[in-house]
């Protein structure tokens, strides 16, 4: 039997499912497998979903469960997509009166289906929404836009707004997430847009895809200018591999290029960008500002009264714009939960060498509010991972492997600490992507440095973002670093970073000797290879103390810890899937990169 709920059209057998897993055929009937089930419902702030043009600063309730009808490589929600049948364990039972109840009670303004795909449980989004809209609620969901004809028919009238995320405009780009077609989605996007739902687009810019996005862009400006474009700057998970991830900067000269196509582009997945701004496509004026807000997300700081300019331009923005925005706790709202969930999978997959898929028992712990909600504090320090070290190993069954992880990290702790104990300590900006991003002074990112005998100046800034703030330049400039370390996560090659300073007129003693270096992916933070650069600071910092030999320290941690030799490993920016440090590595004339043994 068909299935017509999206253009894969799968033909189901009694009792089987379809690609996404996520429907069965039971009696010649097509149901869900998990019906009106969530992994996620939690409160979230709209320019997290992300969605900029509809209700700035809006609060939300957040529904999420698991599964797509794509299998995108790198995708960002791998972590709720491939181990379907472990994870659905998880999914909780709440029928839609309680789950509009429950946005009542939190003061949400709307309901939003998003980090997995709301295809997969079309009928129980369906009845959600419904009864949303008629408890006045506002409606949308972030999607692939993959739907049939008929299946966006039955959905358009409960919707109010729509992120659809693209992953190009070719059939290629399509084919690689085991889809198609490209067609249906820009098909659709044109019904939502003529039916009067709010669309935003999001596409995925891959090195080398430039002439791909600006394509998008023209069939978007087809349909309607007023569409604002989300340009996702690739950050690869999984098995995708580094070489496909652009730098920020050429991201930014991508979205320039773009604005002489549509008027409202933006860029994530780019701490400190200066293309997260709305602003007049008359005179230039800001009329939105807004910093990185976590992966996928972005937060509003200045909005114009009636998102109108003072030359008289109004920015085609729906709904009211409210006068404070909500914070989401810990790594609750967004697409941050999945990264709490990779988190966990980064050290369980440590204590099992990979062998095997999580137990039964595992993934509905972890997926608690409270577990998720709590793990943000418990990672911002060394002894904090630890004790998460051991609590994982209890729950998945590998309590002796995980003292052997614990040990083996404590054992090299203490050989830096001893090491760089009396040795002045150098004055340490922790950046990530750009300059002017610093991360919080809480961040575990800060302790390692703290630890490997740094000075991080990073603790003089008082506020606060998800991971960090925007500063100015003065600030900067007050800072006055003399080493700078680039987060291993959202990066930037040391000679972008420079080029950066450069064009920003940015004034450091780390600047003006080239003292800059970029980590690899997963040695600062979310996975227990954060030993590995604890000790690559530390060579940095105090190379008088500090000679520790990289490669066979890699070498030891992988063949212990992943059951494989670190040269087998597709580089990635994944905290669970080792990737092989060697292209993390970022050397370059003059900067320099992270070099084993190298002085700073």
């Known amino acids: 039997m068909k299935c017509t709920i999206c253009e894969h059209r799968c033909t189901i057998t009694e009792g089987g499912t379809g690609i996404c897993r996520m429907y069965t055929n039971t009696g010649g009937v097509i149901h869900e497998k998990y019906p009106d089930s969530y992994l996620t419902v939690m409160p979230v702030s709209i320019e997290t979903i992300p969605l900029l043009h509809f209700a700035p600063r809006a609060k939300l309730l957040q529904v999420s469960s698991v599964g797509c009808t794509f299998s995108c490589p790198g995708c960002v929600s791998g972590v709720l997509i491939g181990d379907i049948e472990g994870m659905a364990h998880a999914l909780k039972t709440i029928p839609p009166p309680a789950v509009v109840a429950r946005a009542k009670d939190e003061?949400?303004?709307?309901?939003?289906?998003?980090?997995?795909?709301?295809?997969?449980?079309?009928?129980?989004?369906?009845?959600?929404?419904?009864?949303?809209?008629?408890?006045?609620?506002?409606?949308?969901?972030?999607?692939?836009?993959?739907?049939?004809?008929?299946?966006?028919?039955?959905?358009?009238?409960?919707?109010?707004?729509?992120?659809?995320?693209?992953?190009?405009?070719?059939?290629?780009?399509?084919?690689?997430?085991?889809?198609?077609?490209?067609?249906?989605?820009?098909?659709?996007?044109?019904?939502?847009?003529?039916?009067?739902?709010?669309?935003?687009?999001?596409?995925?810019?891959?090195?080398?895809?430039?002439?791909?996005?600006?394509?998008?862009?023209?069939?978007?400006?087809?349909?309607?200018?007023?569409?604002?474009?989300?340009?996702?700057?690739?950050?690869?998970?999984?098995?995708?591999?580094?070489?496909?991830?652009?730098?920020?900067?050429?991201?930014?000269?991508?979205?320039?290029?773009?604005?002489?196509?549509?008027?409202?582009?933006?860029?994530?997945?780019?701490?400190?960008?200066?293309?997260?701004?709305?602003?007049?496509?008359?005179?230039?004026?800001?009329?939105?500002?807004?910093?990185?807000?976590?992966?996928?997300?972005?937060?509003?700081?200045?909005?114009?009264?009636?998102?109108?300019?003072?030359?008289?331009?109004?920015?085609?923005?729906?709904?009211?714009?409210?006068?404070?925005?909500?914070?989401?706790?810990?790594?609750?709202?967004?697409?941050?939960?999945?990264?709490?969930?990779?988190?966990?999978?980064?050290?369980?997959?440590?204590?099992?060498?990979?062998?095997?898929?999580?137990?039964?028992?595992?993934?509905?712990?972890?997926?608690?509010?409270?577990?998720?909600?709590?793990?943000?504090?418990?990672?911002?320090?060394?002894?904090?991972?630890?004790?998460?070290?051991?609590?994982?190993?209890?729950?998945?069954?590998?309590?002796?492997?995980?003292?052997?992880?614990?040990?083996?990290i404590s054992g090299r702790i203490e050989t830096v600490r001893s090491s760089v104990c009396d040795n002045p300590r150098p004055r340490v900006y922790y950046s990530m992507g750009t300059p002017l991003f610093a991360l919080n002074a809480g961040r575990f990112e800060v302790c390692l440095a703290e630890t490997a005998g740094g000075e991080v100046v990073n603790r003089q800034i008082v506020r606060k973002g998800k991971p960090g703030v925007n500063l100015s330049v003065d600030e900067f400039s007050a800072l006055n670093p003399s080493i700078i370390i680039i987060s291993g996560f959202l990066s930037a090659p040391p000679e972008d970073y420079l080029c950066t300073c450069s064009e920003l007129g940015l004034r450091a003693e780390a600047v003006s000797r080239g003292a800059v270096y970029a980590l690899p992916p997963g040695w600062d933070f979310g996975s227990p290879r954060f030993v590995l650069g604890l000790m690559a600071i530390a060579n940095i910092l105090h190379p008088d103390r500090c000679s520790f030999d990289l490669d066979a320290e890699t070498a030891l941690f992988y063949r212990r810890f992943y059951d494989r030799d670190p040269e087998t490993a597709r580089p990635n920016r994944s905290f669970c899937m080792p990737g092989s440090p060697a292209s993390g590595l970022q050397p370059s004339d003059p900067v320099g990169g992270l070099k084993n043994n190298e002085p700073g």
């Not at 295809?119 to 949308?140: C, H, M, W």
């Not at 590998?398 to 040990?407: C, N, P």
Request: aromatic letters at 8%; proline letters at 6%; a negative charge.
């Open 107 to 408: 003061g949400c303004s709307g309901i939003v289906f998003c980090l997995n795909e709301p295809a997969v449980a079309l009928p129980s989004f369906i009845r959600l929404a419904r009864e949303a809209k008629g408890a006045g609620l506002t409606t949308g969901c972030s999607t692939n836009g993959y739907f049939t004809s008929e299946a966006l028919e039955e959905l358009v009238p409960f919707l109010d707004f729509v992120n659809i995320g693209l992953k190009g405009i070719s059939d290629n780009r399509y084919l690689a997430c085991r889809a198609a077609h490209a067609a249906p989605v820009f098909r659709n996007i044109r019904t939502l847009a003529e039916a009067g739902v709010h669309v935003e687009a999001s596409v995925m810019y891959l090195k080398g895809g430039e002439d791909e996005v600006l394509e998008v862009a023209r069939h978007l400006a087809a349909i309607s200018p007023d569409i604002p474009l989300q340009v996702m700057r690739f950050v690869p998970f999984g098995d995708a591999g580094l070489s496909e991830e652009p730098t920020i900067l050429e991201s930014e000269r991508l979205c320039d290029a773009l604005h002489d196509i549509l008027p409202y582009v933006y860029l994530f997945n780019s701490p400190g960008t200066r293309c997260l701004d709305t602003v007049c496509p008359s005179c230039g004026e800001t009329i939105f500002a807004r910093e990185f807000y976590g992966p996928m997300g972005a937060r509003t700081l200045r909005a114009r009264n009636g998102a109108r300019c003072s030359c008289g331009v109004s920015v085609p923005v729906i709904g009211e714009i409210s006068a404070v925005g909500f914070d989401e706790p810990g790594m609750l709202g967004g697409y941050r939960p999945t990264r709490a969930l990779e988190m966990a999978e980064a050290i369980r997959v440590c204590l099992v060498s990979g062998e095997s898929p999580a137990p039964p028992g595992f993934w509905p712990g972890i997926a608690k509010e409270e577990f998720i909600g709590g793990l943000h504090d418990r990672i911002q320090t060394i002894d904090g991972y630890l004790g998460l070290i051991e609590d994982i190993g209890v729950r998945c069954g590998r309590s002796k492997e995980a003292a052997a992880l614990h040990d083996y």
